[in-house]
């Protein structure tokens, strides 16, 4: 049974289209993240939700919207794709905020 | 923005050696974690320390938490080819704040 699961695994795309990384996790968990993942593997967090509650929203381009259905559930929403979107996006969760995250096998978006 | 810096970047070391990476910053945290991530994968949590001065043992994997809680160090001993890696350290300040990771310790452990 997979804890945190993300698709897609791969995504290409071009230029300017909009896509959607989805993303759910079977744990409980109250607080679901998304972290965007560079070249040089580093990780940066993009936004934060507390049971379907937005707590924080780093500075990402507007053109990336969370939606969190419900508490088990954050997708990622990613309009006007630019060659810079390009990298690997993790979602992770945790059962509280001062715990450990349980992270997703990663989405590898490539924009061309 | 609190940084977290690693150190070494990369560590290329033959099977059975001991080898140290840390993890320092300015900032004080009130709890710091350890990942480690493979390729084609997320960051699995390896542990988290929250005491200053706590020391933590995984098998032959040995967390301290430096004591005004700015800096972390992760020793291996005799280290195996199944070591291979990244090494994430990440800290959190207080409350909930999401975690902040460095930017990572690539080890290869060559057999």
């Known amino acids: 049974d997979t804890a945190v699961s993300q698709t897609p695994k791969y995504l290409v795309t071009q230029m300017g289209n909009d896509k959607s990384i989805k993303c759910e996790q079977n744990?409980?968990?109250?607080?679901m993240y998304w972290y965007k993942q560079d070249s040089k593997k580093f990780l940066k967090i993009m936004f934060s939700?507390?049971?379907?509650?937005?707590?924080i929203n780093e500075t990402v381009p507007n053109r990336f919207s969370p939606k969190s259905p419900d508490k088990a559930h954050l997708n990622l929403h990613i309009n006007s794709l630019e060659l810079g979107d390009s990298a690997v996006y993790f979602c992770?969760?945790?059962?509280?905020?001062?715990?450990?995250?349980?992270f997703g096998s990663g989405t590898r978006l490539t924009v061309v | 923005t609190q940084l977290l810096e690693q150190s070494p970047q990369f560590l290329s070391i033959q099977e059975g050696e001991n080898l140290t990476v840390y993890c320092n910053s300015s900032s004080v945290f009130s709890s710091l974690q350890w990942y480690r991530q493979e390729p084609g994968e997320g960051p699995v949590l390896l542990v988290t320390?929250?005491?200053?001065?706590e020391v933590k043992k995984l098998k032959r994997l040995t967390f301290q938490f430096g004591d005004a809680r700015k800096d972390s160090s992760l020793h291996i001993t005799a280290a195996q080819p199944g070591d291979t890696g990244l090494y994430l350290c990440?800290?959190?300040?207080?409350?909930?704040?999401?975690?902040?990771f460095g930017k990572g310790t690539r080890l290869s452990v060559i057999a």
């Open positions: 992770a969760s945790s059962p509280l905020a001062d715990r450990g995250y349980t």
């Open positions: 939700y507390n049971n379907k509650e937005l707590i």
């Open positions: 744990l409980g968990h109250d607080t």
């Open positions: 320390v929250v005491t200053g001065g």
């Open positions: 990440a800290g959190r300040n207080s409350g909930n704040t999401p975690l902040v």
